[in-house]
């Protein structure tokens, strides 16, 4: 946004690459574009120190070994997220926190205190949970619900939790990566697809991103789907429903798609497991 106001942009960043924890394909791709755009991106530099310098701030880091420093007018600091539950009396009514903050709770969302139970940011990664403001709000309701009903206690789910970057295009995931999906000891196959080979993309002119989808490769059930490209926030919840129902890659083949939209990047991904999707005709399968 900044970069198209105008401004010279500088991302530094510790890790090896933009966006940690996603599929590479996915930051490498996002990291082409941005750079297209004009974005100076400077990875694995570790900060510090930060000044002032005039009217601007001096950003000091370590990279490849040497210090170097950065000047700008402003700088913006993005970290991540942390449950908020320092000063609230959590220790005084005697609930369990882990070592991040969070507060501990079980699979109904209730903490040791039996009467007292926690949804949203405050339990952080809890019974993998996300931070984000659709699953406060729905875990806020189940909670209530196993609190206040008098009803059968409901247990959480947060083993399909879609989300979202709002760049340009969109970064949009759910599932595992394919290195999570290693670690869980899934025997994985995955493949990734340039946007080019989407006919909706190539008829808006943009067909910037890439799709990727993770299978188990012994049932071709589909455990994970990244997506950088346009409105990858909307097509990601055909394919967290399709994770949500264990559906396979021939599930994916066999839905029909309205064409050409941009939702048939997953039956195109799908499909190019066994074919090449560049070879194809519109509508084939």
Same mark, same amino acid.
């Given at each position: 946004m900044f970069a198209r106001f105008g401004s010279q942009v500088t991302i530094v960043t510790r890790g090896p690459s933009i966006l940690s924890g996603y599929e590479p394909e996915i930051a490498g791709s996002l990291t082409e574009i941005l750079? !297209? !755009?004009?974005l100076r991106i400077v990875t694995g530099a570790q900060a510090r120190s930060v000044r002032h310098e005039g009217d601007g701030v001096a950003l000091v880091v370590k990279l490849h070994g040497s210090s170097r420093t950065f000047t700008a007018e402003q700088l913006l600091v993005a970290t991540m997220r942390r449950p908020n539950t320092q000063d609230? #009396?959590? !220790? /005084?009514?005697g609930v369990t926190l882990d070592g991040t903050g969070a507060v501990r709770v079980d699979p109904h969302l209730r903490t040791n205190m039996a009467h007292i139970w926690a949804a949203g940011d405050v339990i952080g990664r809890e019974t993998e949970s996300q931070m984000a403001t659709p699953v406060g709000?729905?875990? #806020?309701?189940?909670?209530?619900h196993n609190a206040l009903s008098g009803e059968s206690l409901q247990k959480v789910d947060h083993t399909v939790i879609p989300r979202t970057i709002f760049t340009d295009p969109q970064?949009?995931?759910?599932?595992l990566t394919d290195e999570e999906a290693n670690a869980r000891g899934i025997t994985c196959r995955c493949n990734t697809i340039p946007m080019s080979a989407v006919p909706r993309a190539g008829a808006i002119r943009d067909t910037r991103g890439v799709i990727k989808m993770v299978l188990?490769? &012994?049932?071709? /059930?589909v455990v994970g789907v990244s997506m950088l490209g346009v409105n990858a926030g909307e097509v990601i919840h055909e394919a967290a429903m399709a994770l949500r129902f264990g559906a396979t890659t021939d599930d994916f083949i066999?839905?029909?798609?309205?064409?050409? &939209?941009?939702? !048939?990047?997953l039956k195109i991904v799908a499909i190019s497991f066994t074919k090449d999707v560049n070879r194809l005709s519109c509508c084939a399968s």
């Open positions: 750079r !297209e !755009e004009g609230i #009396g959590l !220790e /005084r009514v709000a729905h875990d #806020g309701k189940l909670a209530a970064v949009a995931v759910v599932g188990d490769r &012994t049932s071709r /059930r066999d839905l029909i798609h309205v064409y050409p &939209t941009m939702a !048939e990047a």
